[in-house]
């Protein structure tokens, strides 16, 4: 179906390992990201699984809920669970999605919508291309989008980091420079006028080029 950065992610109601989930009414006023596996017992993903349970209080802090995914049944996730924590020290604080039927992989243009069967069968390789993360707004708007081949571990820090950006970006509507870190200088973006610009940062801000304005991040 094409999903795009300003798509309304797909709503879809699922089994998850802390029951079942109607998507948009668990988002609910919160931030959400979506990141999908494509298997359970995979070497890289029961890295990432661990990490994200680490820093799950960072999101948190920022108002966002956490879900996973993997093309295999809840009770494997919960078995699988055990192993993250005994390797990783953390087992999934966050709800896991059991997407047996590939509906929501497919959903999510994950996997091509003619895909035929079930998690039965398959293999990791088959499904290579779950491999995504979804940041969403409130909105229920999906604001960005990041897939991984499954011989390189995702980095949380750097979604960390765009989640920042983003959701500075919703309060002031600011933009973030390249390598950009919480409490750096922010760009104003050209749609906003000089005019607007002095309301928003009475301040100042310094023009490097007219339309490369640097500013003070706004606090909040």
């Not at 179906?1 to 709503?11: F, K, Q, V």
């Not at 950009?180 to 801000?205: L, M, T």
Request: proline share 8%.
């Amino acid at each position: 179906m094409g999903l795009r950065i300003g798509s309304t992610a797909p709503d879809f109601t699922a089994q998850t390992t802390e029951g079942t989930i109607r998507f948009h009414e668990w988002i609910g006023d919160s931030w959400a990201i979506l990141f999908s596996h494509p298997k359970d017992f995979t070497p890289v993903c029961t890295t990432e699984l661990g990490y994200m349970a680490r820093i799950k209080p960072e999101f948190d802090k920022r108002n966002t809920k956490i879900i996973g995914l993997s093309v295999d049944p809840v009770e494997n996730h919960t078995k699988w669970s055990k192993d993250i924590e005994e390797t990783q020290g953390t087992a999934p604080n966050y709800p896991m999605i059991g997407d047996t039927d590939l509906s929501i992989s497919k959903l999510y243009d994950m996997l091509p919508e003619t895909e035929e069967g079930s998690f039965e069968g398959r293999t990791p390789a088959d499904n290579a291309t779950v491999r995504a993360v979804y940041l969403i707004g409130p909105d229920k708007k999906i604001k960005a989008m990041l897939v991984y081949p499954m011989t390189s571990g995702r980095n949380f820090d750097e979604i960390l980091r765009l989640l920042d950006s983003l959701q500075l970006n919703a309060r002031h509507t600011v933009a973030t420079p390249v390598q950009w870190q919480n409490g750096e200088d922010i760009i104003i973006p050209p749609s906003v006028s000089d005019e607007e610009a002095r309301k928003k940062f009475p301040e100042g801000w310094k023009a490097l080029k007219p339309y490369l304005r640097v500013a003070r991040q706004p606090q909040d």
